[in-house]
């Protein structure tokens, strides 16, 4: 009974920036590692970026530089700032979650968000 909405998606031209987020609700106790997946037409869906408990981050080659991950505890939400943006960005972008609830520790999904980059 866990829900991640992902918002902030759209269209933007080549060197724009957007930002990113997924609010995670429901049968939650807690929330570890969150990350960012994305999927490009004919592509396979490929991590991007994570983001754990503490803070420590890490980031696919492709975005290093340009995307930053954080995260907001208190409101269970994860956040991908991405700057510089290229026509190769464009993907389905996806958040995932891992949350515990009571003694059971599962991945949750967003629905995916469109990111489109013009050239």
């Known amino acids: 009974q866990v829900q991640l909405v992902e918002s902030g998606g759209g269209l933007v031209q080549a060197g724009g920036s957007l930002i990113l987020s997924c609010a995670a609700s429901?049968?939650?106790?807690?929330?570890?590692?969150m990350g960012w997946h994305r999927q490009a037409p004919g592509n396979q869906r490929e991590m991007i970026a994570t983001?754990?408990?503490?803070?420590?981050?890490n980031y696919a080659d492709s975005v290093k530089g340009r995307f930053t991950i954080s995260r907001d505890n208190a409101k269970n939400t994860v956040y991908l700032q991405m700057n510089s943006l290229k026509p190769d960005d464009t993907a389905v972008y996806y958040c995932?979650?891992?949350?515990?609830?009571?003694?059971?520790?599962?991945?949750?999904w967003g629905q995916g968000t469109q990111v489109s980059v013009a050239a």
């Open positions: 995932e979650v891992r949350a515990t609830w009571g003694l059971r520790t599962d991945d949750y």
């Open positions: 429901g049968r939650i106790s807690s929330i570890s590692d």
């Open positions: 983001i754990t408990t503490g803070g420590r981050t």
